[in-house]
């Protein structure tokens, strides 16, 4: 079974410049997360999504920020403009959620984002 | 005060010996509890998850959670060469039905040297 996939798996870009990570959860799963990482804040919850509807996105640092979630399949994570404090490893994860929950998260494999 | 802390180490064992990994969480009404391992470059994958006080067993991993101390731990007997990545503890703020919005410690480095 294909676990949670993420694109692109690398993104270099410019100050200023628009930047669409994506992210397909495993099919089943009904709990989306998008989690930044870098080495001096660790791993940090952006937004969750439970049933394609943004439940928790206190987590999203600014307006520059904004994900969606048309559908069960495909979620975004966009930041316009990018600014060099972006840079971090962006984790999408999905999980079961409701009666079928465990709180275990399955993680992609991140999109690396640098931006000069 | 950070709502999960760990020590970031990096955290030496030789190997075979027992790898002794702390994280202490802030909020009271936590539910539940989880360790996650993380290679360097890769992604998090859950090893242990803890919902009651105790001690929980599987394999060479022991997780203990002690509520009261607002105290998990980690330990990994027998550690191989191959247990050397950085240990994140999780815990689930939510209850009732605002499960898996997990929050993470910043993870401790562990190396185990053959």
């Known amino acids: 079974d294909a676990g949670v996939i993420q694109s692109p798996r690398h993104e270099v870009t410019e100050m200023g410049q628009e930047v669409t990570l994506r992210c397909k959860p495993i099919?089943?799963?009904?709990?989306l997360f998008w989690y930044r990482q870098t080495m001096m804040r660790g791993l940090e919850l952006l937004i969750y999504?439970?049933?394609?509807?943004?439940?928790?996105d206190s987590g999203m640092p600014e307006d520059r920020f904004s994900a969606k979630m048309p559908n069960a399949s495909f979620s975004t994570l966009k930041i316009q403009p990018s600014e060099p404090r972006d840079s971090a490893v962006y984790f999408c994860a999905s999980s079961f959620g409701g009666t079928r929950q465990t709180g275990e998260l399955f993680f992609g494999e991140g999109s690396r984002l640098t931006v000069l | 005060q950070k709502e999960v802390e760990q020590n970031s180490g990096p955290l030496s064992v030789p190997e075979g010996a027992i790898a002794s990994l702390n994280c202490t969480y802030s909020d009271r009404v936590s539910q539940s509890f989880f360790w996650y391992r993380q290679y360097s470059g890769k992604s998090p994958e859950l090893i242990m998850s803890?919902?009651?006080?105790g001690d929980k067993e599987d394999g060479r991993f022991t997780a203990q959670l002690n509520k009261a101390s607002q105290y998990v731990s980690l330990l990994i007997r027998d550690s191989q060469p191959s247990d050397s990545a950085t240990y994140l503890c999780?815990?689930?703020?939510?209850?009732?039905?605002?499960?898996?919005?997990?929050?993470f410690g910043k993870g401790t480095k562990l190396s185990v040297k053959p």
């Open positions: 999780a815990v689930n703020k939510g209850y009732g039905g605002s499960q898996g919005n997990l929050i």
């Open positions: 099919s089943g799963h009904n709990s």
């Open positions: 803890i919902y009651s006080n």
């Open positions: 999504f439970n049933n394609n509807v943004p439940i928790d």
